[in-house]
């Protein structure tokens, strides 16, 4: 059986390999694993920009540089097995004072029977100097596969004797991976001192995990989430289809096992302002995982090969915390220029390149949303069948649409009530978008504040609208040239005029099939998220 990353640690240390390269961010779960593994070891630490500090409690024992700590322990391992700990010291291994120190104490370590000190670096960062490349060995903390993440909660729940559903295991397994045995401990330990059990609820402590290291990599960001599909008003074609795949989501290792085919994606293209990010937000909520946008100026670096590199991380990230919703906001404007020769386009070329190849690839549970109001530049192959499960147009809303856009945002504040006459504002605001029809409300909702009036009536929504104008009026060029891109294309539309009201399919179905697996659906869970996404 594989050896889990304590076990391969410690037998690094067995084997008296000198130099243990930690290669990770999180110096606390390192600590613990290293204070988990040392037994009769003495743990002498050493923190790049500090001293020397005390491993249990950070205290600093000494003020030093790195060269003058080395010399004060080289010889300490005469006589007691020392663990000598340096943290953040990848600048430091230039130097030829501390490479030659290095090696004084790892030569001893190797050849030496009187003498015992392992040396770990541990650092986010990877640099090892070609004199040292023979003496360090680099550990890459191995995640563990889904069938391990199983083994270790089936552990826990033996160790202290709790009874969860199989199926409850199965599926916060799926949830769990991308993060490190250490991080799953840590969760389950928290969820058994929370409820005294393991439950469906238990997945919000999991985003949070991943969120942490979303954060701590810096090349995706992490979108909090509010809105859900009942915010989105009309697209009812597009949140059918949402609904589907939320039943596969919410149960992705029953629909695993069974055969289903993850879904990969959707390209939802069209009239600025109509819904299209919502839908991106809409989405991650109902499938309860994490939204994370990649944002491609954020990859592109200084040196060659550095933006491509940034890319590979970013996906490789978005793996390990999948599943997520993985959003690529204005795509036309990340790879403007593909194609293009010179200059900063070969750079974008080549990151479409390696996107594209990624997701012809990918057999992961991230699943892609992609955004764009203008598709005419963007190569015709990433719009190739197969890319994404579906490419969706999304209008200015119809009528009908644009009266539910309209209660929604009354209803946000608070302000509906069944005597407004809603179709008629719905009849005079052809051709705005949602946004603009959130900026009548917003205003018609300011302005009987300001006028001290209890109730909003009609009059004052008709009377915010008239200083309103419509995106169709104010960007009428752009929509032209917009619809012009699009024309050729097949594309679904987002929206749907004769089934004005898109439910869960077969929503007594999923309703039955998440009590029986103990899926908690709806308000709780969306409470919940929402809750911590925005603390
Ligand atoms: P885009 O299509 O450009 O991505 P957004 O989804 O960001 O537009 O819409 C901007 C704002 O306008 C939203 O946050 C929402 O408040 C409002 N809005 C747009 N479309 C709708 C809609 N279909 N239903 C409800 N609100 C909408």
Redesign the pocket.
Known sequence: MKKSSRELLASYIDALYPIIYINHFDFKVIDEMIADIVEDRKILEYQNGLGAVDFENKSLKQECDLSGFLHIVKDDGYGSAILLVLKDVHDELKKPEIIALLKYIAERNMYNEDYNTCVFIVSSKLCIPDELEDLVTVFDMPLPELSEIKELMEDFIQDLQITVPENVVGEIAVSFKGLNEFQIRQILNLAYQDGGCLDFDDKQLILGQKEQLIKKAGLLEMIPVKESVE?????ENLKEWLYKKEVIFNQLDRAMKYGVDIPKGIMIVG????????AAKAAAKLFEIPLVRLDIGRLLGKYVGESEHNMRRALKLAEAISPCVLWIDEIEKAFSGVGESGGGSDVTTRLFGQFLTWMQEKENTVFIVS?A?DISKIPPEFLRKGRFDELFY?DF?GVE?RKQ?IE??LKKRNKWNKDLDVISLAKKTEGY???DL?AIVKDAVENCFIEGKEQLSTEDLIEAQKNIKSISVTLDRRIKEIKESIKDIDLKPASNPENRHATRPGAKKSVAISKEIGISTGSRVATLLNNFMLN
Request: charged residues 15%.
């Open positions: 915010d989105i008003g009309g697209l009239m600025p302002g109509c819904g299209k990010s919502l955004t109001n999304v809303p649409e856009i929604i945002h978008n949602g946004a959130e």
